[in-house]
């Protein structure tokens, strides 16, 4: 297939997942099971492009706006074709500002004789030199005006927000929420830079079943070299995307892909052995099988959740890592009716967590065209719902037991306003000091917000958005 082909169907493909609420890589790769054509090259090059696209959306939409007010020839284009060769333009003509997609790597390897620099000159032909001075002008401008920015001017100039707002392609609400949380512009840009980059791959160590040093040494004979998390106790990074399901570490149950924020969540949790836990939104078990094996599979967990077909992953997982202590509960929403209490003998819970359906914010960079969905109505909506789950399964919970609140957001409505608000309506629950688990844990690098509640996000390269709260019920 040509380059110019690859190009026009990646460019097809971002127009449809730019306005589907389907998750990004789920549709891509149902398109590509289906289009033969279409070989792993081209299938690598298509999906790089098209997450470097929507990382950046609102930047290269900012420039395709600039060109056209300039130049009456690009609005005689397809607006997201022309977005894609805008995007291999920067990536040209800046390199070390983008150095997460090397499109000419990529290229070669599916046209030996193209480079970046041969298909954007047949793009924009004889505009080539002028296109490419307006966009590196105009880009070294940004990045000189956002260098000169002081926090003060963020607070109160629509101006300065919007600088960061293109440049970083993060939309000027989560912006606006996020602010109360910086008192000092430096780690603000931080958090910004890497919102914009490829998150990495992460795993949790079974500590059951292995060990640190034994997953190193038999992940390195497959040529791949982790790093130990510096946040997580559990967690490695990986050097590079693998199909880890291929690998005896991970058959085996030596391992788990999880992100490093999500595995501090059991972490704080601190189950003892003998505890029965009610993960009340357990998905597909991700961290039900964290809490197995923190408590050496001896103790009860209940992993309930409205959606079976992600339940239905649990077994197998539970299975392939030897776990025999957790049970799934379908809680049918139209019925209304559940057996939580029956599955647990009759008895009210010792510890319960809600890892609350929300915004997903905290994991944009895993699904980057999420950021431009989330707006004030989706987040009244699932505030609502946050604390309706929250009271309903707090009930479940035994006097004196531990409440646990989690989302994988970065927004403060959904994470510190909302427990503040549960604290206030239910006067039977009290802050639950989290530092001394996070110290027993040996988890670093968090933010700790209150002593009840802490967080991660994107200042930490390694790790996506997460938020912790932590609550114990009144004897
Ligand atoms: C953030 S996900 C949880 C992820 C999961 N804990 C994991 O580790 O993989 C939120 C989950 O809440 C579930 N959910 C939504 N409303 C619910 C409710 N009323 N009761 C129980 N689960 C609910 C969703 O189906 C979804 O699986």
Sequence with gaps: ????????????????????????????????????????????????LIYFVLR??????????????????????????????????????CPNEFPDFNPNELIKKIEQEQSTESILQLFFTNDFENILSIIKDNFTKIQDDISNLKLEDI????????????????????????????????????LLENSIKQAPISIRINLRNSDIISVINSLKTSEIEPICSQISPVGLILNKRVQLNELDVYKSGKIEV?????????????????????????GAGGKSLHIADLQNDKGKIIANDIEFHRLKEIPKRAFKNGVKSIQIHHFNLKTKQNK???LNKGNLFDKVI?????????????NPIRKFQINERLISKLNENQLNILEFYSKYLKNGGILLYSTCSILPQENSELITKFLQRNSNFIPEDIRPTIQKSN???VHLLQDYMVSTDFREDET???FIAKLHKLN
């Design 1 to 48: 297939m040509k380059i110019e082909t690859v190009i026009a169907h990646s460019s097809e493909l971002l127009r449809i997942v730019s306005n589907s609420t389907q998750p990004t890589d789920n549709f891509l790769s149902d398109y590509f099971r289906k289009k033969k054509y279409f070989g792993s090259k081209e299938r690598k090059f298509a999906s790089n």
């Design 56 to 93: 950046n959306l609102t930047l290269f939409k900012f420039f395709y706006n600039l060109l056209r007010e300039r130049n009456n020839w690009i609005s005689t284009k397809n607006e997201f074709e022309s977005i894609c060769y805008i995007a291999l333009m920067l990536c040209y003509c």
């Design 155 to 190: 607070l109160i100039s629509k101006e300065s927000r919007n600088l960061l707002v293109n440049r970083y392609s993060f939309p000027e609400y989560l912006l606006e929420s996020i602010l109360k949380n910086f008192i000092d512009i430096n780690s603000l840009i931080n």
């Design 258 to 282: 999880q992100d490093i924020g999500s595995q501090l969540i059991s972490l704080v949790l601190d189950p003892l052995e003998t505890d029965n836990v009610l993960d009340a939104c357990a």
């Design 340 to 342: 939580l209490i029956e």
């Design 354 to 366: 809600v890892d609350a359906p929300c915004s997903g914010s905290g994991t944009i960079r895993r």
């Design 443 to 445: 988890i670093n690098k």
């Design 464 to 466: 996506d958005g997460f």
